[in-house]
């Protein structure tokens, strides 16, 4: 029947294995080498049965994640946070998911999300009050903690201190969990009483307390709240008129803690490390934020005026995109332009293969803010560039992640200098469930003196 159909070109494989260990082992490195070898379109096998295709074009991601959407859900790795998040935006699928979607998209609409910049702002001032001039930092935990702090403020109008305690904690050990069953073909099942699965359930568990908690607290009260929590718990579909039960609300609160604290930490990360590797482009962007706040602190009206800091972090998503690649499997039998996928099929689609192609990126490895200029986005084809993902299932936290990285990094470089420590440090991309430095970040910062622009 599908005779016509095209086939894709693949690596050589194992028998039972097919690409498995090579993807494990470093799928940054297998997926660039598949690119460079095999072109728009390649196949390959992780075990005996998953059979993948990996899209590098963009007119074919257009299909994948816009016009045949509906062919597609998210794919077994994302699947598997349900454990977690349950039924959230992240891993629910078709009518439930737009329904969803519908109900939750005016929190995080453009002109709804200024309201937590000063949040921002705030977090990140009090957060680096205590650091000291010359002295070297694990950046890479301190963006953890910020961007902590900022959802835990915004979300549950919580400080930082008893966001990172009664939330943190448990989260962290919950990530963990996450990982080590998102990488494993078959993970153990949870109703297996082994010790790794019952810390997992228990930390879930205190998650749970502290969120039904909250939600509990929160319907005593006749206070309105305008934090994110305020916000969900008032939204209403506007079909029938009825919010969110507790348990619904409960997936969607963990789902956008899961989806938003990470991916934003490791994004300011790979930006301070390009900024230490290129001190000139950290000087630019000093003189910018000097010039727009003056003597006073990062305001949130200086945002829309900060565009040389907006072209560091558009740059730094395209270089060290936090979310590398984006899965989906077939839920049908569908033909994308001639490729025949069967049901179950697996698609990968890469930001970091795409956003580093030198077909759309001259000089595609160098980090070059003013690249940005110009509305350099409109000159290329749409998808080759796309950090935050597209179609139905774009980050909803696209602009809230987007303002947040510029106005925590406008209040670092006002304050201080990033320098690279005295001892080399190893850099290689870790890809978890984000990409991140696998060694963590470590540099050195330095007070900027008033006056210094
Ligand atoms: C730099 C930071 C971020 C990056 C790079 C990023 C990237 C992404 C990407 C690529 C997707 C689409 C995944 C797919 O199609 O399979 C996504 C979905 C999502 N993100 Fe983000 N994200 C970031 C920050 C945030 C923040 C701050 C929040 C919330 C406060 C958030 C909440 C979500 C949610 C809820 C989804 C699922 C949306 C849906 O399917 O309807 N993200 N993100």
């Known amino acids: 029947m599908h005779n016509n159909s095209k086939q894709a070109p693949g690596p050589k494989e194992k028998f039972l294995t097919g690409s498995l260990h090579a993807f494990q082992s470093n799928p940054l490195k297998f997926l660039t080498s598949l690119t460079e070898k095999c072109g728009s379109v390649s196949k390959f096998r992780l075990g005996p049965f998953q059979r993948v295709y990996l899209v590098n074009d963009t007119d074919l991601i257009k299909e994948i994640l816009v016009t045949k959407q509906q062919s597609f859900i998210k794919s077994r790795d994302i699947q598997s946070l349900k454990s977690i998040v349950g039924n959230g935006l992240l891993t629910s699928e078709k009518g439930f998911h737009l329904k969803q979607r519908r109900i939750i998209q005016p929190a995080f609409k453009k002109t709804h999300i200024t309201m937590y910049a000063q949040d921002m702002i705030d977090t990140t001032d009090k957060y680096i009050s205590s650091w000291s001039s010359n002295t070297e930092r694990l950046v890479s935990d301190d963006m953890m903690d910020i961007a902590l702090g900022i959802i835990s403020k915004t979300m549950f109008s919580m400080e930082f201190d008893k966001g990172a305690t009664v939330i943190g904690g448990p989260m962290e050990e919950v990530m963990k969990s996450a990982v080590r069953r998102m990488r494993s073909i078959f993970p153990l099942p949870l109703w297996i009483p082994v010790k790794k699965n019952r810390k997992y359930k228990q930390a879930v568990k205190e998650l749970d307390k502290v969120l039904f908690g909250l939600i509990g607290e929160r319907k005593e009260t006749a206070m309105e709240h305008e934090d994110l929590l305020g916000v969900l718990m008032r939204a209403k579909d506007e079909t029938n008129g009825l919010g969110m039960e507790d348990d619904q609300l409960r997936d969607e609160l963990m789902t956008i803690f899961l989806a938003g604290h990470e991916t934003t930490a490791n994004a300011l990360t790979w930006t301070l490390y390009l900024l230490s590797q290129h001190l000139e482009i950290q000087d630019t962007l000093f003189e910018e934020i000097a010039s727009i706040t003056g003597e006073g602190p990062v305001k949130p009206e200086h ?89 139905p299932r774009v980050c909803i936290g696209n602009h809230f992640a987007f303002m947040e990285a510029v106005l925590v990094l406008a209040c670092l470089v006002k304050q201080f200098k990033f320098s690279p420590p005295k001892e080399p440090q190893k850099m290689k991309a870790q890809p978890l469930i984000t990409l991140r430095p696998k060694y963590g970040l470590r540099l050195i910062t330095q007070k900027r003196t008033k006056g210094e622009a």
């Open 303 to 391: 945002f829309s005026k900060m565009t040389y800091t907006q072209n560091v972090i558009s740059e730094s998503l395209r270089l060290y995109p936090p979310a590398y690649v984006i899965g989906r499997q077939a839920d049908e039998d569908t033909d994308i332009s001639g490729y025949h996928i069967k049901k179950g099929d697996m698609i990968l689609i890469s930001q970091y293969v795409m956003q580093r192609n030198p077909k759309y990126y001259e000089d595609p490895n160098t980090f070059i803010p003013e690249r940005f200029n110009n509305n350099f986005i409109k000159t290329i084809p749409e998808f080759a560039y796309f950090p935050f993902g597209g179609g």
